[in-house]
Structures are given as C-alpha cells and as structure tokens.
C-alpha cells in the first residue's frame, strides 16, 4: 500500500497535470461533435424551412397542393395565415397556411 502511495506523488519537473493543455484536448471532440451536428442536422432544416415559408408565400389561386394531412386540392383563396381549398366540386375547406405541405405539379393529374 505505501508503494501505491508513492506512485501518486507530485510529477517530476514542476509539470502541472491538467493546464491549457487538457482543457483544450477535452474541448475538441465537443467542438467537432457540435460541428458534425450543425452540418448534418441544423443547418439542413433551417434551408428546408426557408424554402417552405418562400413557397406558402407563393401560393396563389389556382395553384394544386398537398395538405399535411394528405388532402388533395386546389387553392381557392389565400389569406394571411389561411387558405381555402377546393377538394371536390362545392366543397371547399379553410385550413391553416402551415398545414400546406406542398404544391403539386399542374400537369399532375387530379
């Protein structure tokens, strides 16, 4: 026991455990975790986001979408933040700007 004791004394030379040095190499792998994180995941939605706001921004009359539910049907109206959808012939439903998912091609067949 009194060998373990000695095995743990203070380094030779002034040498410092721990310092700018450890602090740093702890550092990295954080760093480039949040990187890999940013590149892969963030930075993807966000352009995804963008690029569903530009479109819901313009929707027009006329134009065929997709709603998040699944809902087939061409815009009616636009408000602020609703649209009114044609889905059938006399039925037409309000929903929420952000529930269009996406516009479908007007070559696409109803």
């Known amino acids: 026991m009194l060998d373990l004791a000695w095995a743990m004394g203070p380094q030779p030379e002034g040498g410092q455990p721990g310092g700018l040095g450890a602090l740093i190499s702890t ?6 975790i ?10 993807p939605q966000q352009k995804r986001a963008k690029e569903h706001q530009r479109m819901l921004e313009s929707l027009k009359r006329g134009d065929k979408v997709i709603t998040a539910g ?6 009616e109206a636009v408000g ?4 009114t959808l044609k889905i059938a012939e006399n039925v037409k439903v309000k929903f929420g700007k952000g529930y269009i ?8 067949e109803d």
Do not use: C, D, M
């Open 80 to 83: 602020t933040n609703t649209v």
């Open 101 to 108: 998912a996406a516009k479908r091609p007007n070559t696409e």
């Open 70 to 75: 699944g809902i087939y049907g061409v815009v």
């Open 27 to 32: 550092l990295i792998p954080f760093v480039l």
């Open 34 to 43: 949040f990187v890999i994180f940013y590149f892969l995941l963030i930075r």
